[in-house]
C-alpha cells in the first residue's frame, strides 16, 4: 500500500514537469502581452517598449523558461505583474477560500444526492423517482452562472435570506454568506452524482448477494448500509473525484457571480492581463490540488473495495 | 404668559431649522466597484481602478475649477513672463494624515518622483521640468521650453504631493518597494487628502478613513469629509452590483450597464445618476494601404471611410447601445468635456444616398467584405455589430465579426491586424493633448494604430504643445480637428456618461468628467 503510494507520488513529478512546460508555451502563444495589458489605451510604442524590458519579456524564451523553473523550485514562482507581489502569497492568500467553496458545495451535493438516490432507487419508476430525476435533469441542464443569479435573485435580493455575495467571517459566517455560491455548484454537481448513484444502487440491490442477505433476513438499515450503500459509493467515488476537477473550473464562473475572491477569479484577471507568471503558478496549483483529490480518491475507493488493493 | 408661549415657539422653531440646516456627518459609505486598485500612489497608478482613486488620498498643487486651473494647495502660483519659471507659494496650514505639516521639501520629493522616467510611465506628463527647488515655502519650477499645459499637469493625479519624511521611512530598498509597503500598511502619513487608506484586500475589499488633519472645510465650517470612511466591496459582475445594491448591502454600486438604467431609474429607493464624462467610444480603422496579410486594403481609401461614418445611424446606436444613455460624438477628437473640443456635431451626420456615392467612387462591389473586430462578451458590441451590419449593407459591405479578448484586442491594434474594431478612451488630464497625441499624432502610437500619418497634422500638433498663447492654441487644435474629421480614420460612435446608481440615503458624491471617485462632501444617512 505504501509503496503503491509513493510510486503514485513520483509519478507526479513529470506530471508536473509536463504542465509547467505546456502552460509555458500556451500563455505565450496567446496573442497580447502583459506590457499592452498593463499599461492599457494610452500607452505609447516607447513606454511598451520600456515596460516589456522591465519584465524580461525581451528575453529568449529558454531563459524564460529556466527563470520559471528556477522561481518554481524556490518556492515563489516568480513575480505577479498584475498584482505586483510573488505570485506564492498572491495565492496562498486566496487559496483558503477557493478550497472552503470546492469541499462545501461537495458536501452540499453528497448531502442532495445521497439521500435522494436511495429514495429515487427504491421508488423505481414511481412518482418520486419520476419527480426527482425530473427536477434534478433541470439542474444538469442549466449553466452554473444562470442558477447562481437565479438564487441572488430571490433569496437574497428579494428575500434577503442570505447576502448578496462575500465571503463572510469566521467559520459559521462563511457558512452562511457562501451558501448561495456553494448551493449554486452543488445543484449541478448533485445531479451527476445522483444519476450515477441511483443507478448503481438499482444495480446493487438486484445484485444475488442482496437478495440472499434479505434471505438470511437481515434488517434493510443493515442491508441498506453494509452491502448496498458500500458496493454503490465504489464508482461513486471515482464520480465525486472527477467533478472535484471540473469543479475547479466550475469556481472561474462561480467566483465572478459571487463576488468570491478565491482562485477562480484570480485565473480569469490573470488571463485577461496576461500575468504569465501567476497563469503558470496556478496552473501549477490546480494540478497539484486534482492530483492530491484523484490520489485521496483512489485509496479511499481500495478502502471500499478490497479487490483493488491487489 | 402669552409671551413666554411666543419665545417658546420662536426656540422651538429656531431648534428644528437649525437641526434641518445641520450638515449630515459620520457613517461610513459602503460603495460596490466592478474592479479592485492595485495601487493607489500617484506615479504607479497605472489603470483607472488605481488612477481615480489617487485623490481622495493625495492633495495636487493646483486643481481645475470649472474648466480653469486654480490653487489647491498653493496660496498662490505665478508664471514668469517668459514662460520658464513658475513659483508656487504654499499653504501653511496643510498637514499629511499623520500630523506632520507639508513643505517645499516634500513638493520637490514628489515632482522629481514624478517626472522621473525610471520610475513612472507618467513622467513624460511633466517632461518640460527641467529642476524644481524650494525656499520654506516657495517652490520654484525651472522650464525646459514654455509648456502651455504645465498647470493643467500640476492638478493631475500623478503630480500629487506625497510626505518625503514619510516615504523615506518606509521599509524596502527601491521606490516600488516602499511605495508597496506603505500600501500595505494601512496606517496614515503619505498623503494629505480627505482619507488615508485604512485597509486592503486584494480584489475583496478597501477601507477609506476620514483623515482627521484635513484642510479643506464643509458648508458648516468643519473640516471636510463628512463621513468617517468608505468601505469598498470589489463586484466585478454586473447583475450582482446591481443586485448587492438593491438588496441594501451598499449604499452606491458604479459602472452600471446602460441597459439597466431605465429600470433602476424607476426604482423608488434608488437615484441613478449619469455624470458626464470625458469617455468616448470609437473604432479605429485600418488605414494602410495593404493589409497584415498583404492584401489590398480597401478602407485605405478615405472615401469609403466617410461613407462608412455616413451610412452609421449614431442616433439609432445611441438608442439601442447606451438606451439613450449617452450622445453621438461632437468632435472628432475628444469628448465635449475635454478643452478645446470643437463641436462639429452633426458629426457625420447620417446620410445614406451621399455614403452611397462615396463607396461607388472608392469602387466599392456589393458584398466587399471588412471585418469588425469586437470584445468577446460584451453585449454592447454585439448589438454596435448587428447593427453596423445591416447599416452597411446598402453601400456594399458585408461586414464580419471577429470576437476576441482585451489582450488580444489590443496585440491588434499594434500590429495592424484588423479592418475595424471597438475601442474607447477616457482622458487623464483636463487638456487636449493626451487624447490627441493618441489618436491623432502618428508617432505617439501610429494614431491609435490606424496608420494614419499627415504631416501637417503632425506639424500643428507639435506647435501647439510649444504655443503659450491660449487663443492661438486653440486655434491649432481647431484646425487639428477638421483635418482629422476630413481625413476619418475612426468611425465615430459615442460618448457615454458613468452611469452611478445610489441610494436615496445618500448625498454628495460624484464621479469627475476624468474618471475621479470623490468621496470629500459625499454624506449616508443609515
Do not use: C
Amino acid at each position: 500500500m505504501a509503496r503503491s503510494i509513493l510510486t503514485r507520488l513520483l509519478l507526479m513529478i513529470p506530471t508536473f514537469a509536463l504542465v509547467m512546460i505546456i502552460i509555458f508555451v500556451l500563455v505565450r502563444l496567446l496573442p497580447g502581452d502583459p506590457a499592452l495589458a498593463l499599461a492599457g489605451d494610452r500607452a505609447s510604442d516607447a513606454e511598451l517598449a520600456t515596460i516589456r524590458e522591465k519584465l524580461g519579456l525581451n528575453d529568449s524564451l529558454l531563459t524564460q523558461f529556466v527563470l520559471f523553473v528556477k522561481a518554481t523550485l524556490s518556492g515563489d514562482m516568480g513575480r505577479s505583474i498584475l498584482m505586483r507581489a510573488p505570485v506564492s502569497s498572491v495565492i496562498a492568500d486566496k487559496l483558503p477560500i477557493t478550497i472552503f467553496l470546492a469541499v462545501y458545495s461537495v458536501g452540499l451535493s453528497l448531502l442532495i444526492a445521497g439521500p435522494l438516490a436511495f429514495v429515487a432507487a427504491l421508488n423505481r419508476g414511481r412518482w418520486p423517482d419520476s419527480l426527482i430525476r425530473t427536477v434534478f435533469q433541470i439542474g444538469l441542464s442549466m449553466p452554473v452562472f444562470y442558477i447562481g443569479l437565479v438564487l441572488l435573485t430571490f433569496l437574497a435580493a428579494k428575500l434577503r435570506l442570505f447576502p448578496v455575495g462575500g465571503t463572510g467571517t469566521g467559520f459559521v459566517g462563511q457558512l452562511y454568506a457562501m451558501f448561495l455560491p456553494a448551493m449554486s455548484i452543488a445543484f449541478y454537481t448533485a445531479a451527476i452524482i445522483l444519476r450515477n448513484l441511483r443507478t448503481a444502487i438499482i444495480e446493487v440491490l438486484d445484485a444475488e448477494y442482496v437478495s440472499f442477505a434479505k434471505v438470511k433476513g437481515l434488517p434493510p438499515r443493515v442491508i441498506l448500509g453494509r452491502h448496498v450503500l458500500r458496493n454503490a459509493l465504489i464508482s461513486t467515488v471515482t464520480l465525486v473525484g472527477l467533478s472535484i476537477g471540473n469543479l475547479m473550473s466550475g469556481t472561474l464562473v462561480t467566483e465572478t457571480v459571487f463576488a468570491v475572491p478565491g482562485l477562480g477569479r484570480l485565473m480569469l484577471e490573470a488571463i485577461f492581463a496576461r500575468d504569465y507568471p501567476l497563469i503558470q503558478g496556478l496552473t501549477l496549483v490546480f494540478a497539484v490540488l486534482v492530483s492530491v483529490v484523484f490520489l485521496l480518491t483512489d485509496l479511499f475507493q481500495s478502502w471500499l473495495d478490497p479487490r483493488m488493493r491487489q | 404668559m402669552k409671551h413666554l408661549s411666543t419665545v417658546a415657539m420662536i426656540a422651538l422653531l429656531a431648534g428644528s431649522v437649525s437641526s434641518a440646516w445641520a450638515q449630515d456627518r459620520g457613517g461610513i459609505m459602503n460603495f460596490a466597484r466592478y474592479d479592485g486598485s492595485k495601487l493607489i500612489d500617484p506615479i504607479y497608478a497605472d489603470s483607472n481602478p488605481d488612477i481615480w482613486m489617487v485623490l481622495n488620498l493625495f492633495d495636487t498643487l493646483l486643481t481645475m475649477k470649472d474648466g480653469a486651473v486654480v490653487d489647491n494647495l498653493t496660496q498662490s502660483h505665478e508664471m514668469s513672463a517668459d514662460g520658464l519659471t513658475l513659483t508656487l507659494t504654499l499653504r501653511d496650514d496643510i498637514k499629511f494624515a499623520d500630523g506632520t505639516p507639508m513643505t517645499g521639501a516634500d513638493v520637490v520629493f514628489s515632482l522629481d518622483r514624478a517626472r522621473n522616467r525610471d520610475l513612472t510611465s507618467w513622467a513624460d506628463l511633466i517632461g518640460s521640468i527641467d529642476s524644481v527647488a524650494a525656499e520654506g515655502n516657495v517652490v520654484t519650477v525651472t522650464l525646459k521650453h514654455a509648456d502651455p499645459a504645465i498647470l493643467a499637469m500640476l492638478a493631475t493625479f500623478s503630480t500629487a504631493i506625497v510626505s518625503k519624511a514619510a516615504f523615506d521611512a518606509a521599509p524596502g530598498a527601491t521606490d516600488q518597494e516602499k511605495s508597496a509597503a506603505i500600501f500595505a500598511s494601512g496606517k496614515p502619513g503619505v498623503g494629505s487628502g480627505p482619507f488615508y487608506l485604512s485597509g486592503f484586500s486584494q480584489g475583496t475589499t478597501m477601507d477609506f478613513t476620514a483623515n482627521p488633519n484635513y484642510w479643506r472645510a464643509g458648508a458648516d465650517g468643519k473640516p471636510l469629509p463628512y463621513l468617517d470612511g468608505v468601505h469598498f466591496e470589489i463586484i466585478p459582475d454586473d447583475a450582482t452590483r446591481v443586485l448587492k445594491l438593491q438588496s441594501g448591502e451598499v449604499d452606491v454600486a458604479e459602472l452600471i450597464p446602460f441597459s439597466r438604467v431605465a429600470e433602476l431609474k424607476a426604482d423608488p429607493n434608488l437615484k441613478m445618476e449619469l455624470f458626464p464624462s470625458t469617455r468616448i467610444i470609437y473604432a479605429p480603422i485600418n488605414t494602410r494601404e495593404t493589409r497584415a496579410d498583404g492584401s489590398a486594403n480597401p478602407l485605405n481609401d478615405v472615401k469609403l471611410r466617410q461613407a462608412l461614418n455616413y451610412a452609421t445611424d449614431k442616433d439609432a446606436l445611441v438608442a439601442l447601445v447606451l438606451q439613450g444613455a449617452g450622445s453621438p460624438m461632437a468632435s472628432p477628437l475628444m469628448s465635449s468635456q475635454t478643452p478645446m473640443a470643437t463641436d462639429m456635431s452633426p458629426l457625420y451626420g447620417y446620410d445614406i444616398e451621399k455614403a452611397k456615392a462615396l463607396a461607388a467612387e472608392a469602387g466599392i462591389q456589393p458584398g466587399t467584405p471588412l471585418t469588425f473586430t469586437t470584445l468577446a462578451g460584451s453585449a454592447d458590441d454585439a448589438t454596435l455589430f448587428a447593427a453596423l451590419q445591416h447599416m452597411w449593407a446598402p453601400i456594399g459591405v458585408n461586414l464580419v465579426v471577429e470576437q476576441v479578448d482585451s489582450a488580444t484586442r489590443g496585440a491588434k491594434n499594434k500590429s495592424g491586424e484588423f479592418d475595424i474594431h471597438t475601442y474607447g478612451w477616457t482622458d487623464d488630464v483636463a487638456d487636449p493633448a493626451q487624447v490627441v497625441g493618441w489618436l491623432g499624432y502618428n508617432p505617439t502610437a501610429n494614431a491609435v494604430g490606424t496608420g494614419w500619418n499627415d504631416a501637417t497634422f503632425n506639424g500643428l500638433y507639435e506647435a501647439a504643445n510649444a504655443e503659450v498663447d491660449p487663443a492661438k492654441r486653440a486655434d491649432a487644435y481647431k484646425q487639428m480637428q477638421e483635418i482629422y474629421a476630413e481625413a476619418a480614420p475612426l468611425l465615430w460612435l459615442y460618448q457615454t456618461p458613468y452611469a452611478v446608481a445610489m441610494s436615496k440615503n445618500v448625498e454628495g458624491y460624484i464621479q469627475l468628467p476624468l474618471g475621479v471617485n470623490k468621496f470629500d462632501e459625499a454624506t449616508v444617512k443609515h
